[in-house]
């Protein structure tokens, strides 16, 4: 089993930045893409960032040159750093990982619990 733990929500001022990080645990092999999605309030979830193993990063639209995906591989974390935050950034964010497991082959999708963040004045 692989656990993923997510942190660094909040509440942020319009024009202000946050920072997510989300940790993987477990019988992990090995670590390809790492992702973070959001949810608005009766929308669908949606690709922010993601970043492969080999560090090729691709995002969301809205979010290029204000977010910044990163991956720490030796401690199995990606972070998310968020500047110039916007109201229209507001939601749950969730951790992604696309993880091989210790004695398998086939890779599995891991979703963390999702952190808050809300931007707002």
């Known amino acids: 089993q692989v656990q993923l733990v997510e942190s660094g929500g909040g509440l942020a001022q319009p024009g202000g930045s946050l920072r997510l990080s989300c940790a993987a645990s477990g019988s992990i092999f090995s670590i390809n893409t790492m992702g973070w999605y959001r949810q608005a309030p009766g929308k669908q979830r949606d690709l922010v960032a993601t970043?492969?193993?080999?560090?090729?990063?691709n995002y969301l639209d809205s979010v290029k040159g204000r977010f910044t995906i990163s991956r720490d591989k030796d401690k199995n974390t990606v972070y998310l750093q968020m500047n110039n935050l916007k109201p229209e950034d507001t939601g749950v964010y969730y951790c992604?990982?696309?993880?091989?497991?210790?004695?398998?082959?086939?890779?599995?999708?891991?979703w963390g619990q999702g952190t808050q963040v809300t931007v707002s004045s």
């Open positions: 992604n990982a696309c993880v091989v497991e210790v004695g398998r082959r086939a890779p599995y999708y891991y």
């Open positions: 970043i492969t193993s080999g560090v090729y990063t």
